[in-house]
């Protein structure tokens, strides 16, 4: 069973910027795919941004395009968010996610794509 691990959330000013973090266990984190969801109160968790095993393809929401990236250390075991420009919208609860995959150019968006999932950070950006 892969555990992840975030970190990196806090308190931001609109404007301003964070990175996310998320630690995996295990020995198999090359071997999976990685995607960043979150989620508010009320609403359903929402794909954000999605990274393939071998790092070279990334995808994300049209509504962080151009503001966040992603990005993965395999010899870290982790994979990262950089949110930039960030808006009273982003405030959420940030939740990273695995999916073991032998295709090494395949992202994956939907929350029933993912095998595994961390406990969530939370991200709260001020007006």
């Known amino acids: 069973q892969a555990q992840l691990v975030e970190s990196g959330g806090g308190l931001v000013q609109a404007g301003g910027s964070l990175r996310l973090s998320c630690a995996a266990s295990g020995h198999t984190f090359s071997s999976y795919a990685l995607g960043w969801f979150r989620q508010t109160p009320g609403k359903e968790r929402e794909f954000i941004a999605a990274?393939?095993?071998?790092?070279?393809?990334?995808d994300f929401v049209d509504s962080v395009k151009g503001r966040f990236t992603i990005s993965r250390d395999n010899a870290k075991n982790t994979v990262y968010l950089q949110m930039n420009s960030l808006k009273p919208e982003d405030t959420a609860v940030y939740y990273c996610a695995a999916r073991t995959t032998y295709s090494g150019i395949t992202i994956y968006r939907g929350i029933r794509d993912y095998d595994y999932w961390g406990q969530g950070t939370q991200v709260t950006v001020s007006s």
């Open positions: 990274i393939s095993k071998s790092g070279g393809i990334a």
